[in-house]
């Protein structure tokens, strides 16, 4: 299989292991393709495979899928019940790979990893080289340099929040899932409006304090590992920023529920932010006008005190 040009889906957890991926395919020098930006197109085509219910962003997934099958020969669809023990993902990525199979059969191939069943990061990408015919050895030496460099890369964007952190700047932390926050549809104008207002953006998703338990000062009973990570971030910065907002995308259960009590726990300006498939802009902006115009008031009332 190693002439096969593989499919890469900018969508769901791909936005965690990018690097890892694709540093660990070059060095297997086994071609692929990413898929390209969401756009209003992108959505409706993943509408057309799920039903209604799906949450926005696994609508965005598959319609990536769907532009790559023309594209290349198969797709890496990752399916992650667990990152760490003790903990859950949210159930779309234990079904991820059987839906994905049934929608585009024998197309798929699967990077499966799962802490509870003792499937490390390592041991998933050794499967993966075997499911391309790939020497053991050869595909470990790939993954140790990818996951080298991966660390690298992960510890660069904490660098660089940490020093907007720490600065002198007015700050506002976007929380979120990587999949919602670097998705420029999601997204929208977002980021732009906040650096208009001369305000620094602070990502959660950049910090991997993976052993800490900061988390349960809001919730002891947590245990979906991506709302853990982004709590986690929260209890970093709550005392160096100047307000919270929180973005989602419709219908996420794990977030309505997590949201809530980070909303009535966190003496922090907060602006909740739900992202459906009209993703009205004007409405967005005008929200967030409205939330920098709060931070400003309390800044105010502040220095006047």
């Given at each position: 299989?190693?002439?096969i040009?593989?499919?890469?889906?900018?969508?769901?957890?791909y936005?965690?292991y990018?690097?890892?991926?694709?540093?660990?395919?070059d060095?297997?020098?086994?071609?692929?393709?990413s898929?390209?930006?969401?756009?209003k197109?992108?959505?409706e085509?993943g509408?057309?495979?799920?039903v209604?219910e799906?949450?926005?962003?696994?609508?965005?997934?598959?319609?990536?899928m769907?532009?790559?099958?023309d594209?290349?020969?198969y797709?890496?669809t990752i399916?992650?019940?667990?990152?760490?023990r003790?903990e859950?993902?949210c159930?779309?990525?234990?079904?991820l790979?059987?839906?994905?199979?049934?929608?585009?059969?024998?197309?798929?191939i699967e990077l499966?990893?799962?802490?509870?069943?003792?499937?490390?990061?390592?041991?998933?990408?050794?499967?993966?080289?075997?499911?391309?015919?790939i020497?053991?050895?050869k595909?470990?030496?790939?993954?140790?340099?990818?996951f080298?460099r991966?660390v690298?890369k992960?510890n660069e964007?904490?660098e660089?929040q940490?020093n907007?952190?720490?600065?002198?700047?007015?700050?506002?932390?976007?929380?979120?899932?990587?999949y919602?926050?670097l998705?420029?549809?999601?997204m929208?104008?977002?980021?732009?409006?906040?650096?208009?207002n001369?305000?620094?953006?602070?990502?959660?998703?950049r910090f991997?304090?993976?052993?800490?338990?900061?988390y349960?000062?809001?919730?002891?009973?947590l245990?979906?590992?991506?709302?853990?990570?982004?709590l986690?971030?929260?209890?970093?910065?709550?005392?160096?920023i100047?307000?919270?907002?929180?973005?989602s995308?419709?219908?996420?259960?794990?977030d309505?529920?997590v949201?809530e009590?980070?909303?009535h726990k966190?003496d922090l300006?907060?602006?909740n932010l739900?992202?459906?498939e009209?993703?009205d802009?004007?409405?967005?902006?005008?929200?967030?006008?409205?939330?920098?115009?709060i931070?400003?008031?309390?800044?105010d009332?502040?220095?006047?005190n």
């Amino acid at each position: 299989m190693k002439d096969i040009k593989l499919g890469l889906v900018n969508g769901l957890l791909y936005y965690d292991y990018e690097e890892l991926i694709k540093v660990f395919l070059d060095e297997l020098n086994i071609s692929y393709i990413s898929s390209g930006k969401t756009t209003k197109e992108t959505i409706e085509s993943g509408k057309r495979l799920l039903v209604d219910e799906s949450c926005l962003s696994l609508k965005i997934y598959f319609g990536h899928m769907k532009e790559l099958m023309d594209k290349c020969d198969y797709v890496i669809t990752i399916r992650c019940p667990s990152i760490r023990r003790d903990e859950m993902m949210c159930t779309n990525f234990y079904a991820l790979y059987d839906l994905a199979n049934n929608l585009f059969p024998n197309r798929i191939i699967e990077l499966n990893i799962d802490l509870k069943k003792r499937i490390t990061l390592k041991r998933a990408f050794i499967k993966l080289g075997k499911k391309l015919n790939i020497n053991r050895c050869k595909t470990a030496r790939a993954f140790d340099k990818a996951f080298k460099r991966y660390v690298e890369k992960r510890n660069e964007e904490t660098e660089k929040q940490l020093n907007i952190l720490n600065s002198t700047a007015k700050k506002i932390l976007l929380v979120g899932h990587s999949y919602n926050l670097l998705d420029d549809y999601i997204m929208s104008d977002i980021k732009n409006i906040l650096k208009d207002n001369n305000i620094e953006v602070i990502l959660s998703n950049r910090f991997f304090d993976e052993e800490n338990e900061e988390y349960q000062s809001i919730s002891k009973d947590l245990y979906w590992s991506k709302n853990i990570d982004s709590l986690n971030a929260i209890m970093r910065c709550k005392d160096k920023i100047d307000g919270l907002i929180l973005i989602s995308a419709f219908p996420c259960g794990p977030d309505s529920l997590v949201n809530e009590m980070i909303r009535h726990k966190l003496d922090l300006p907060i602006l909740n932010l739900v992202i459906d498939e009209t993703n009205d802009n004007g409405g967005i902006i005008t929200r967030i006008e409205s939330f920098i115009d709060i931070i400003n008031m309390q800044e105010d009332v502040y220095d006047q005190n």
